[in-house]
């Protein structure tokens, strides 16, 4: 069965550095989010990408991050000059069409920034 | 903006037994998609069951089934025989239907716990 997934699974950073998350997925979808999740919180909507072009982004989402589609294949999260409060479970997701309302999960990649 | 509450933070049920986790929900839209998520320590979140608002009958999956009322803008998701596999979080998300590019909303999460 096809899935969408991610690497690394685990990231540790130093506060300041460049971190990019990687994401593989289903290859006939045609949306990608990205979500996060804070230790013992709501996972919250980060971004979603559609036509090689963001279509929505909530307020998490600043000049920090950044997302793109390199290859046709992979689904990249990029976050510029990390904090501590980005330290998250991150979950990229993919779509078919407007129809299905499903979305498929990755397995999220941890975020540690010390 | 649409809003989705949990008001359950953690459940407990035994084996064998049935469970229902609570799911309200805010939205002045009339077509729009909810579902059950859920998450086991292995962190990836599996669809368990999924809810179109324009249909009435309220979805089924094996032991899995929704309480579905529109009009109240409720969500239940009732777990007949539980099992020791069935814990994990469970996400309520909401998804409006006008648009692909629009993600899931999501509750805090109900944390279910089987007892042997």
């Known amino acids: 069965e096809p899935e969408v997934t991610q690497t690394p699974s685990h990231q540790v950073t130093q506060m300041g550095q460049e971190v990019i998350l990687r994401c593989v997925p289903i290859?006939?979808?045609?949306?990608f989010y990205w979500y996060r999740q804070i230790l013992g919180q709501k996972v919250e909507f980060l971004v979603s990408f559609y036509n090689n072009e963001i279509s929505e982004k909530s307020e998490i989402f600043d000049d920090q991050f950044s997302v793109e589609r390199p290859d046709g294949s992979n689904f990249t999260l990029k976050i510029r000059s990390t904090k501590l409060e980005d330290s998250a479970m991150y979950f990229c997701?993919?779509?078919?069409?407007?129809?299905?309302?499903?979305?498929?999960f990755g397995e999220g990649s941890r975020l540690t920034v010390l | 903006a649409q809003t989705v509450t949990q008001s359950q933070p953690e459940m407990s049920v035994q084996e064998a037994e049935t469970v229902t986790l609570s799911c309200t929900y805010d939205?002045?839209?009339?077509?729009?998609?909810l579902f059950w998520y859920k998450q086991p320590p292995s962190r990836q979140m599996i669809l368990v069951i999924r809810q179109e608002a324009y249909k009435q009958q309220n979805a089924t999956e094996n032991r899995f089934s929704v309480n579905f009322q529109k009009a109240a803008k409720s969500f239940s998701l009732k777990i007949s025989d539980s099992q020791l596999g069935d814990a994990a979080m469970y996400f309520c998300?909401?998804?409006?239907?006008?648009?692909?590019?629009?993600?899931?909303?999501f509750g805090k999460g109900t944390h279910l716990i089987i007892q042997p």
């Open positions: 939205t002045s839209e009339s077509d729009y998609y």
């Open positions: 290859s006939n979808h045609l949306y």
């Open positions: 998300a909401y998804r409006s239907a006008r648009g692909g590019a629009d993600g899931l909303t």
């Open positions: 997701a993919s779509s078919t069409s407007v129809n299905s309302g499903e979305l498929f």
